[in-house]
């Protein structure tokens, strides 16, 4: 633990990107991501994972070439829209840094304050979510992208297809459609989109750093947070991306 938060410093005080980088993070691999406000995120990647354990073989009925669908309200399941309050938004970024503080001092979380009023969150989650078609007002989106973002982490894999994103994605909605999984208040559901982007956006941060300086302690730190994630009992590291979403390995 002690040469993860040697690593996590250094990174913080000599690149600006990994001011960003944040996440409550460095505090070790467990409690990576605590300083993010869960909002029920972890209840709802428990939902998914339980989900794709149990229900593979209708999984497997589905065509690949519905599996990048987008399915919209149509006045039957859930609405999973999200709809963006500036104030909400606000609100969730000082929970956060101020969580961050009290993990990491106030000078890091300052530093990482610093770097999301110069990169908004949404934008960061556009930048790496646009490619796949998803989009921050779709709660379906949001949830595939951070469930993508942590199996990569979990089994140190390279970007997935389009198709495997969009599997994950019609996973994750059949799943929502069908469980009171959705807050109804548009304010708590906010939230939760912004608690999954805060910790794929760090968690995409932390790990291309690592990459990039070869700090391979740091990226098993990393696929241990992103493997806790799911919460216990489930572990993404057993799981395989297929353009089906998340099913069990062989």
């Known amino acids: 633990m002690r040469s993860w938060r040697v690593w996590m410093y250094a990174a913080l005080a000599l690149c600006p990107v990994m001011a960003a980088a944040q996440d409550g993070v460095m505090i070790g691999g467990d409690s990576m991501m605590w300083s993010v406000p869960d909002y029920g995120s972890t209840a709802l990647a428990q939902s998914v994972m339980r989900s794709a354990t149990r229900d593979r073989a209708s999984t497997r009925q589905r065509p690949a070439t519905q599996a990048t669908a987008r399915p919209r309200p149509t006045g039957q399941g859930q609405d999973l829209r999200v709809r963006y309050d500036p104030a909400v938004s606000r609100l969730a970024e000082r929970e956060y840094l101020d969580a961050l503080s009290r993990r990491v001092g106030k000078p890091a979380a300052e530093r990482f304050g610093d770097y999301f009023r110069a990169r908004p969150l949404h ?13 921050k007002e779709d709660l379906a989106d949001v949830t595939a992208a951070y469930f993508t973002v942590m199996w990569m982490t979990a089994n140190d894999a390279p970007l997935p297809t389009k198709a495997q994103v969009g599997g994950v994605r019609g996973q994750v909605e059949r799943l929502l459609s069908r469980q009171d999984a959705v807050p ?11 608690s999954m982007m805060y910790k794929l956006v760090s968690m995409i941060l932390l790990r291309e750093e690592a990459q990039r300086t070869g700090n391979a302690q740091a990226l098993r730190e990393l696929a241990v947070a992103a493997r806790r994630e799911t919460g216990k009992g489930f572990d993404l590291a057993t799981m395989a991306l297929t353009d089906e979403g998340l099913v069990p390995r062989h």
């Open 184 to 194: 109804g208040d548009m304010a708590l559901r906010q939230r939760l989109a912004e």
């Open 123 to 135: 934008g960061q989650f556009a930048i790496a979510a646009g490619p796949y078609g998803l989009r």
